[in-house]
Every structure is written in structure tokens, then in C-alpha cells.
């Protein structure tokens, strides 16, 4: 069964950067695709982007391309979320979440990813 953390959360002033961790356990990172997903305040929860089992392929939203970026690192068996230039609209929880289902690319389909952490805080505020 695999489970997934996320950290690297915190407060940053806008403009700053963070990078998250998302880290698995029990099973390969290399077998799955994974989803990066965010919920702010009184807001649906939406993707940011995805990325495939094999760290080849990534999909980004519109309102993070440019400034965010994703990648694997098979060895650790975790994924990172870095986001740069971040603004107060990105604050929010940030959830990273795993899809065994697609092979060598990703969509940014919440009801698609069928294991998630359990998120990480980030609060953009100057």
C-alpha cells in the first residue's frame, strides 16, 4: 500500500520561493504518476499539475506555468512541487496524490488519483 507524505510548507512573503516534498513509502514513486493539488480558504480544490511515472512528462496549470515546476527523484522515491514567485493567491493546502493507472503521461483529473497525503500547508503573506 502506498502511502505519501508531504512537507516543505511554511510562510513566505510574495515574491518568495518554497519547494515540496512528497515522499513514498511501500511502494515505487516509479510506478506512478503524480498529481499536485491545492485548496484554498473557502475555495474548490484544483490542480496545479502532474507529472508522469517516468518523470518525463509534465502538465502545469495556466495560473502556475512559469513559476512552478516538478520533478521525481527515483533514489528518494519522492516527488517536489518548487514554486517560485509565489503570490498571496497561492496560498492554500497543498496535497500531493498518486495515479498507478497511466503510463508515460498525466492528467490533472482529481478523480483519478486514488492514493493522497495529507497535505502541507502554505500561506503566502508579506
Known amino acids: 500500500q502506498l502511502r505519501l507524505v508531504e512537507s516543505g510548507g511554511g510562510l513566505v512573503q510574495p515574491g518568495g520561493s518554497l519547494t515540496l516534498s512528497c515522499v513514498g513509502s511501500?511502494?515505487?514513486?516509479?510506478?506512478?504518476?503524480i498529481g499536485w493539488f491545492r485548496q484554498a480558504p473557502g475555495k474548490m480544490r484544483e490542480a496545479i499539475g502532474c507529472?508522469?511515472?517516468?518523470?518525463?512528462?509534465?502538465s502545469l496549470a495556466d495560473s502556475v506555468r512559469g513559476r512552478f515546476a516538478m520533478s521525481k527523484d527515483g533514489a528518494k522515491n519522492t516527488a517536489y512541487l518548487q514554486m517560485n514567485n509565489l503570490k498571496a493567491e497561492d496560498t492554500g493546502i497543498y496535497y500531493c496524490?498518486?495515479?498507478?493507472?497511466?503510463?508515460?503521461?498525466?492528467?490533472?483529473?482529481?478523480?483519478?488519483?486514488?492514493?493522497w497525503g495529507l497535505g502541507t500547508q502554505v500561506t503566502v503573506s508579506a
Open positions: 496524490a498518486a495515479n498507478a493507472q497511466l503510463s508515460g503521461t498525466c492528467r490533472q483529473l482529481d478523480h483519478e488519483y486514488n492514493q
Open positions: 507529472i508522469a511515472d517516468d518523470g518525463h512528462y509534465t
Open positions: 511501500g511502494v515505487t514513486l516509479d510506478w506512478y504518476a
